[in-house]
């Protein structure tokens, strides 16, 4: 049920983001995969944000993006990227750049960090590229 | 599938014992400017109502009912005043699904229908409005959350497409300040020091007053989003506590009363001059 509507809400996103900005087939693909990964949680009570954001990895680099979140909440960061990036890796760091301890799961070109923030306000999320070279990357998040 | 079977397997023995650790370590750390330059969107920046309301949620038993507000008008003619005012109504959507109230679910589902259409919208929001209901007749409010998340992410998208990207982020504040409101009425209520604690928001205080700055100047010049875009300055303020500290009771009632006061600017039919 969950995955069913979480592949749903993607093809829903995809259908209205199509006005905006065409999203490439890349983009689709890695962010269907990330809700996959994502849909995992779901069946431990973790719902998943509707709302994603996709990019391209690059070696040596960080790919940022700044989330707020509330104490109380546990947060799963889901990302999937595809060839030729062979293996990414989510990383989560608090408002001062400082690198927080999660939980992780990695699977090659898949990857998740879990988290619980002890602050509410910003932190941000980082995907990052371990083997391979550059590619489309897509991440999601989860929160119970 | 068989990746998905092996990952639901890892992830759910690895949850049991995530969450006890949250302490961070320091190994590693990311310059300031990198920090700058970190991606910031709407999509994934700004959280759902529903993420605030599941933190505060599970920390006390909250009387989400009593946190209901009376029938507002869906009757706006000023475009900015039926954005804000569309952000506050799905707020009012997700309180009503923490309380568990389908009648008040279907209430708001179709308030929330009316108030789009007077945007213009897409008139695939209609098929949400039906969806809401039969969600709400059979109680499956967790499906009923994702709803709320998807209709408000059509608005938006909606809007997008019609050249009224500059009322996106009217709907986002909006449905942040009634957000606001509700829960440090409800901390106010019971007083709760982990309650307090989601009250921490400056960086998203921050970016909404950044997208508000780059809406149109007209837009930004009309009376109601000019005093809410000043309103906003002193609100951040109110909700930029150190790392670590608790608001305390007289905080949480100061933010209180200035969300109090935009949302009663937001709500009045006599629009400032």
């Known amino acids: 049920m969950k995955r069913s509507l979480a592949i749903f809400l993607s093809i829903f996103v995809l259908e209205a983001s199509i006005a905006l ?11 269907k995969d990330a809700l996959d990964i994502a849909g995992a949680f779901s069946n431990d009570g973790f719902k998943i944000r ?42 989560v760091y608090d408002e001062t750049g400082k690198q927080l301890t999660t939980e992780s799961y990695n699977n090659e070109e898949k990857a998740a960090a879990g988290f619980s ?24 998040y989860s929160y119970k | 599938m068989g990746m998905i079977r092996l990952a639901k397997l890892g992830l759910l023995v690895l949850t049991a014992g995530v969450f006890a650790a949250t302490g961070a370590t320091d190994t590693g750390r990311l310059p300031a400017d990198q920090l700058e330059k970190a991606v910031r969107s709407d999509a ?53 699904v923490e309380a568990k109230d389908s009648q008040q679910v279907k209430n708001i589902g179709s308030d929330i229908i009316k108030l789009a259409k007077a945007l213009g919208v897409s008139e695939r929001l209609l098929g949400r409005g039906n969806s809401i209901n039969e ?42 300040i009634r957000g606001t409101q509700v829960v440090t009425a ?29 809406i149109s100047p007209e837009l930004r010049q009309e009376p109601l989003v000019k005093g809410v875009s000043e309103q906003l300055n002193g609100i951040e303020k109110l909700v930029s506590f150190p790392a670590g500290k608790t608001p305390t009771v007289d ?22 001059k």
């Not at chain 1, 707020?68 to 990302?79: E, I, K, R, T, V």
């Not at chain 2, 967790?142 to 998208?157: F, H, I, R």
């Not at chain 2, 209520?189 to 780059?214: C, G, H, T, W």
């Open chain 1, 21 to 31: 900005r065409a999203e490439t087939d890349a983009e689709v693909r890695t962010r």
């Open chain 1, 50 to 91: 509707d709302g994603h954001w996709c990019g391209v990895v690059k070696p040596h680099d960080h790919a940022l993006v700044a989330v707020n979140l509330y104490a109380g909440n546990q947060y799963w960061f889901s990302a999937a990227a595809e060839e030729p990036a062979k293996k990414i890796a989510v990383s």
């Open chain 1, 117 to 140: 923030p002890a602050n509410s306000g910003q932190y941000f999320v980082s995907v990052d590229l371990v083997e391979g070279e550059g590619g489309t990357f897509c991440l999601v």
């Open chain 2, 44 to 96: 994934i920046s700004i959280p759902t109502q529903g993420e605030l309301f599941a933190a505060l949620g599970k920390l006390e038993k909250t009387n989400w009912s009593g946190q209901y507000r009376g029938p507002m008008p869906v009757t706006y003619r000023n475009r900015a005043q039926i954005a804000l005012n569309l952000g506050g109504l799905i707020a009012d959507g997700f309180i009503a």
């Open chain 2, 135 to 176: 969600f709400a007749q059979n109680n499956e409010w967790d499906t009923l959350q994702e709803e709320l998340e998807a209709t408000q992410n059509e608005v938006k998208s909606s809007m997008q497409s019609h050249a009224d990207q500059d009322l996106v982020i009217l709907v986002t504040l909006g449905g942040w």
């Open chain 2, 186 to 214: 409800a901390i106010m209520q019971k007083y709760d020091e982990r309650s307090a604690k989601v009250l921490r928001q400056p960086a998203l205080v921050r970016f909404m007053q950044s997208r508000i700055n780059e």
């Open chain 2, 251 to 272: 905080e949480v009632r100061k933010i209180n009363e200035a969300v109090g006061k935009v949302m009663t600017e937001i709500e009045s039919k006599d629009l400032p």
